[in-house]
C-alpha cells in the first residue's frame, strides 16, 4: 500500500491534479492559498469565520499581501473556493494546516486549534493523503501531539498517509519575498513523507530546504524568530541606555551598520506586536524546560521587550509633565496602531498598550490611515483625520509606528511637541522639538 499511495499522490501533485485543502485563510493560508491555485492545482481554503469565507469566494481580499487581482482570477476561473464545512477535507489530496498557535496566560503553548483541526482531519481521513503542518510551534508538536490524533484514525502515517511540517515564513508588508520566493523549510514524519511533501512545495516555491525531520524543522522556526527576538531586544536595551547617556541611539546604529560583516541591522522600538516575535519565543523557552535546560537569552529578550511600551510611557508623561499643565487637560496625538510599519495588523500591537495607559493619564487620540477603528476585548477607539488642526491641538504627537504614507516632516512643522520612536521625522530642522527614542 505505501508504494502505490506514494506514487499515485506524487503523480497528482507533479501534473497538479491534486486537490489541496488549507485549514486557515489568515495571513499564512490565503496567500498560500492563492499561490496554489495561481500554478494550476484546485484548491479549497477552510476557515471557520464565515466573513471570510465570504469574501474569499467574491474575490475580496482582506489581506494585505493579497492581490485582489489575483485572488479574483482564481476565484472566478474556479480554482479556489473557500469553505467552512470540514466535510470537503474527504475531496483533498494534500491538507495544509495554518491555524493560530497563541499563548495561555502564562505564556505555555496553546494548541487549542492545532489539536482540533487534526481531530477534524482525523475523522475524514483517506488513504493516500498528505497532511502538512504549517503552524509555528515547538519541537516536537507533529510527532508527539498531531500524528497520533492522525493515527487514531486507523490509517498509518507512512504506508497509508504522510506527514510533514514546513514552517510558514510570511513576513507581512515586506515587497521582495513572497511565499514563492521564501526558502521553504520542510521536514517529514518519514522518508516517503518528506519526498511527497518536498514535491508537493516544490511546484510552488522556487526553494525547498529539506531537513531530517518534523522537530528540526520545527526548531527551525522559532529560532528564526527568537534570533529576532534577542537582536531587537539588544537595540531596545541600547536606546534606554543611550537616553541616559543622553546619546543618538539612531546616529550610533547607522555607523554600526555601515561595518560590512560581522554586524546584521535591527532597530529600537515602542515592543514588538504581531503574531510571532512576541510569541514564539515562548514555544521554545516552554520546550526546553522538558530538558531542564533555562533559555536565559530567550527569557531577558522577552522583559526587555515587554517593557518597551512601559518606558515609552514614562518618557512621554515626562515630557508632558515639563510643559507644567495638568495632565487632565493634555491630549496626546499617537500616529499608528499597527505594529509594523505599513500594515493594518494590530494584533500584540504595543501601541495598544502605550494607548491604554496613557489614557488613564490625558486624552488619547489616534491616527492610523490602515487602521480607522481598533476594536480590543472591551476597549476602542476610532483613528482620527490627520489634520493641521488635530496635530496643533495635541499637547504632544507620538509616534509609534511610521507608515510611509505620512509626511512626518509636515507633522514636526505643526506640532508642538513630538516623541518619535520610529525615527520617522528625518529633518534635523525640528530637532529643538522632536524627542527620540
Request: charged share 25%; hydrophobic share 40%; with cysteine.
Amino acid at each position: 500500500m505505501k508504494l502505490i499511495a506514494k506514487e499515485s499522490l506524487l503523480r497528482r501533485i507533479r501534473e497538479k491534479t491534486a486537490i489541496v485543502g488549507v485549514i486557515g485563510l489568515g495571513y499564512v493560508g490565503l496567500p498560500f492559498a492563492v499561490e496554489k491555485a495561481k500554478v494550476g492545482f484546485s484548491v479549497i481554503g477552510l476557515d471557520r469565520n464565515q466573513a471570510r469565507v465570504d469574501m474569499v469566494n467574491r474575490g475580496l481580499s482582506y489581506i494585505d499581501d493579497v492581490c485582489q487581482e489575483e485572488l479574483r482570477i482564481v476565484v472566478s476561473e474556479g480554482r479556489l473556493r473557500a469553505e467552512t464545512d470540514f466535510t470537503c477535507i474527504s475531496e483533498m489530496d494534500a491538507v495544509v494546516i495554518c491555524v493560530p498557535t497563541p499563548l495561555t496566560k502564562n505564556r505555555s503553548p496553546d494548541l487549542q486549534f492545532v489539536t482540533h483541526v487534526a481531530g477534524e482531519i482525523s475523522s475524514r481521513m483517506k488513504p493516500g493523503q498528505l497532511i502538512s503542518l504549517e503552524s509555528t510551534t515547538y519541537p516536537g508538536t507533529t510527532r508527539e501531539v498531531i500524528l497520533p490524533i492522525l493515527e487514531s484514525s486507523g490509517l498509518r502515517v507512512e504506508e497509508d498517509f504522510f506527514v510533514s511540517h514546513s514552517p510558514e515564513r510570511v513576513d507581512p508588508g515586506n515587497t521582495r519575498y513572497s511565499t514563492k520566493n521564501t526558502n521553504k523549510i520542510v521536514g517529514g514524519i518519514g522518508p516517503g513523507s518528506l519526498e511527497v511533501a518536498q514535491c508537493f512545495y516544490e511546484q510552488t516555491v522556487e526553494h525547498v530546504v529539506p531537513v531530517s525531520s518534523t522537530d528540526a524543522a520545527e526548531l527551525v522556526k522559532v529560532f528564526e524568530n527568537t534570533f529576532r527576538a534577542v537582536n531587537i531586544a539588544l537595540v531596545n536595551e541600547l536606546a534606554q541606555l543611550c537616553y541616559r547617556m543622553r546619546l543618538n541611539v539612531w546616529e550610533v546604529l547607522d555607523a554600526a551598520f555601515t561595518k560590512p560583516f560581522g554586524i546584521l541591522p535591527f532597530y529600537p522600538g515602542p515592543g514588538v506586536g504581531g503574531h510571532c516575535i512576541p510569541i514564539d519565543p515562548h514555544y521554545l523557552e516552554w520546550k526546553a524546560k522538558e530538558f531542564h535546560f533555562h533559555t536565559h537569552f530567550i527569557a531577558l529578550a522577552g522583559e526587555i521587550n515587554r517593557g518597551m511600551p512601559g518606558f515609552v510611557v514614562e518618557r512621554t508623561l515626562d515630557l508632558l509633565y515639563r510643559l507644567e499643565k495638568p495632565f487632565s487637560k493634555m491630549t496626546v496625538l499617537v500616529l499608528g496602531a499597527a505594529y509594523k510599519r505599513d500594515l493594518s495588523d494590530y494584533r500584540e500591537s504595543p501601541n495598544l498598550l502605550i494607548m491604554k495607559q496613557l489614557q488613564s493619564k490625558v486624552e488619547v487620540r489616534y491616527h492610523d490611515p490602515l487602521v480607522p477603528f481598533i476594536h480590543d476585548g472591551e476597549w476602542s477607539l476610532a483613528s482620527v483625520s490627520l489634520t493641521e488642526e488635530e496635530i496643533r491641538k495635541a499637547d504632544l504627537v507620538l509616534i509609534l509606528t511610521d507608515h510611509r504614507v505620512i509626511d512626518y516632516g509636515w507633522v514636526a512643522e505643526h506640532a508642538s511637541l513630538v516623541f518619535d520612536t520610529r525615527n520617522a521625522v528625518k529633518s534635523s530642522q525640528w530637532r529643538e522639538k522632536v524627542h527620540l527614542l
